[in-house]
């Protein structure tokens, strides 16, 4: 993610756009909410000072640390159901509280969190030594070392492009390809590291390795894959009213957030025009706003809210056309 950019910021986890996200939810004191990407649990700590005795809230993560912390912080507080899955699960986890459960609030922070970013372990940092993994669950699937050492040429090419919109992607590729035939890279400051010594293009405040780790870990992880199926979930378990409120920190996610939104607050484009438009066709979403950002007092304080953009919409009611 754009995020990680702000490596230099190491340290206590910060909620990005906290006031803005709970306005944009616009919490219901006896409601039922879903922070779909707990991470470290800034955001779902202040939905639930919200909630009253009869409120509820369903916690999703897919990284079994931050779901031990959510686990030790919220298992003897009744409103809350914590669930180790993938934010595409979240339909099969609001089954389990409830069959066919629906939310007047859902909310997607999407990336890595700080903590995670500042393991070593992880593999996804490329200021600080690790092993070249960044799997969100660990030990499942490929790791970046697979790709890296394992992918061919072309396919690196079409990772760092696709995924990191790396405009020097080629060159970096083919380092990599000829680099790997003496020793495969197994740590993420030999990636790094070389990443630097090729690269030909540096931009203001972004470490050169940026694009290329960012594209290496939503490749390993299927983010934009999970992402899709996720934002899909969410609008049918929406309640009439409800928010569905979105943190991205890359334009890749970004993207398509805004163009998800923006397809479902317009009639089926079969109906254009015509002066009336079947139910099925209609809009379900309408747009809350235009994006929001962090303030400059928020990205001095916390640098790696810098790229963060906040989009929100709102369930329409069944029938009723935008």
């Given at each position: 993610?754009?995020g990680?950019a702000?490596?230099?910021?190491?340290?206590?986890?910060?909620?990005?756009?906290?006031?803005?996200?709970?306005?944009?939810?616009?919490?219901?004191?006896?409601?039922?909410?879903?922070?779909?990407t707990?991470?470290?649990?800034?955001?779902?700590?202040?939905?639930?000072?919200?909630?009253?005795?009869n409120?509820?809230l369903?916690?999703?993560?897919?990284?079994?640390?931050?779901?031990?912390?959510?686990?030790?912080?919220?298992?003897?507080?009744?409103?809350?159901?914590?669930?180790?899955?993938?934010?595409?699960?979240?339909?099969?986890?609001?089954?389990?509280?409830?069959p066919?459960?629906?939310f007047?609030g859902?909310?997607?922070?999407?990336?890595?969190?700080?903590?995670q970013?500042?393991?070593?372990?992880?593999?996804?940092?490329?200021?600080?030594?690790?092993?070249?993994?960044?799997?969100?669950?660990?030990?499942?699937g490929?790791?970046?070392?697979?790709?890296?050492?394992?992918?061919?040429?072309?396919?690196?090419?079409?990772?760092?492009?696709?995924?990191?919109?790396?405009?020097?992607?080629?060159?970096?590729?083919r380092?990599?390809?000829?680099?790997?035939?003496?020793?495969?890279f197994?740590?993420?400051?030999?990636?790094?590291?070389?990443?630097?010594?090729?690269?030909?293009?540096?931009?203001?405040?972004?470490h050169?390795?940026?694009?290329?780790?960012?594209?290496?870990?939503i490749?390993?992880?299927?983010?934009l894959?999970?992402?899709?199926?996720?934002?899909?979930?969410?609008?049918?378990?929406?309640?009439?009213?409800?928010?569905?409120?979105v943190?991205?920190f890359?334009?890749?996610?970004?993207?398509?957030?805004?163009?998800f939104?923006?397809?479902?607050?317009q009639?089926?484009?079969?109906?254009?025009?015509?002066p009336?438009?079947?139910e099925?066709?209609?809009?379900?979403?309408?747009?809350?706003?235009?994006?929001?950002?962090p303030?400059?007092?928020?990205?001095?304080?916390?640098?790696?809210s810098?790229?963060?953009?906040?989009?929100?919409?709102?369930?329409?009611?069944?029938?009723?056309?935008?």
């Amino acid at each position: 993610m754009e995020g990680i950019a702000g490596e230099e910021s190491a340290g206590v986890h910060t909620a990005v756009l906290l006031p803005q996200v709970l306005a944009a939810l616009n919490i219901q004191a006896s409601g039922t909410y879903m922070d779909a990407t707990f991470g470290r649990g800034g955001h779902a700590g202040a939905i639930l000072e919200k909630l009253i005795a009869n409120g509820r809230l369903l916690c999703l993560d897919r990284d079994p640390t931050a779901v031990a912390q959510a686990r030790a912080r919220f298992s003897s507080d009744s409103r809350v159901a914590i669930f180790l899955a993938p934010f595409s699960a979240l339909a099969v986890c609001a089954d389990q509280v409830q069959p066919g459960l629906t939310f007047d609030g859902i909310l997607f922070d999407l990336g890595v969190s700080s903590p995670q970013i500042d393991d070593p372990v992880r593999g996804f940092s490329f200021m600080q030594d690790g092993p070249l993994d960044m799997r969100m669950t660990a030990g499942e699937g490929m790791s970046a070392a697979d790709v890296v050492n394992g992918a061919p040429l072309e396919e690196l090419i079409r990772i760092f492009r696709e995924f990191g919109e790396e405009r020097e992607a080629p060159r970096i590729a083919r380092a990599i390809v000829t680099d790997r035939q003496k020793k495969p890279f197994e740590r993420t400051l030999e990636l790094a590291d070389m990443i630097s010594r090729v690269a030909r293009s540096k931009e203001r405040h972004k470490h050169p390795a940026t694009r290329v780790f960012q594209a290496l870990r939503i490749y390993v992880n299927g983010e934009l894959k999970e992402l899709e199926s996720a934002l899909d979930s969410a609008l049918r378990r929406l309640a009439p009213r409800g928010r569905l409120a979105v943190i991205s920190f890359h334009s890749l996610e970004d993207r398509m957030v805004k163009q998800f939104m923006r397809r479902h607050s317009q009639p089926d484009p079969m109906y254009a025009g015509l002066p009336d438009i079947p139910e099925h066709a209609r809009p379900r979403l309408a747009l809350v706003g235009k994006s929001i950002e962090p303030s400059a007092d928020e990205s001095s304080r916390n640098p790696r809210s810098r790229s963060a953009r906040l989009r929100v919409a709102v369930r329409l009611e069944a029938g009723v056309a935008a």
